[in-house]
């Protein structure tokens, strides 16, 4: 599991972070670590993911209150609302940052995939070595 092996540790949360994106944070870390894939040189990403999450969250609740749909026009025209275009957008984002820190039950499959291919080298180099 050579290439798992990060500089382990909990990157800082920044001050600045709302706080949707700092229980995120706080979730998303506990997930890692528990993954054992957080390391301190994530926090620019994770920053990212939880600004992106929380914008997401804020724009559902409106999507919540006010609905996707408004009417435009003198002809009542439907159109999608900012907030359900942000949503969309945001949760595009999301999925692409949680597929980068191994979040999604696809990425977690290839990361087992990829680890047992490294084991099985391993083990199989170890062999041939050892004779």
Known sequence: MGWLQHSKGMPDCP???DDIAKAEW????????????????DKTALEMYCTTYSRWRIAQR??????AIMLV???????KTPFATEC????????????????????????????KKEETKT???AFFNAA
């Not at 409106?62 to 609905?67: F, L, M």
């Not at 969309?88 to 990829?114: G, N, V, Y």
């Open 15 to 17: 001050d600045y972070l």
């Open 26 to 41: 706080a979730d998303a870390c506990q997930q890692l670590a528990d993954m054992r894939l957080l390391s301190k040189a």
């Open 62 to 67: 409106e999507v919540q209150e006010h609905g």
């Open 73 to 79: 026009g003198e002809n009542d025209y439907p159109q």
């Open 88 to 115: 969309d957008q945001m949760q595009k984002l999301i999925k692409a940052w949680l597929q980068e820190f191994a979040m999604t039950p696809a990425s977690r499959a290839k990361l087992r995939t990829e680890v």
């Open 123 to 125: 083990g199989t180099a």
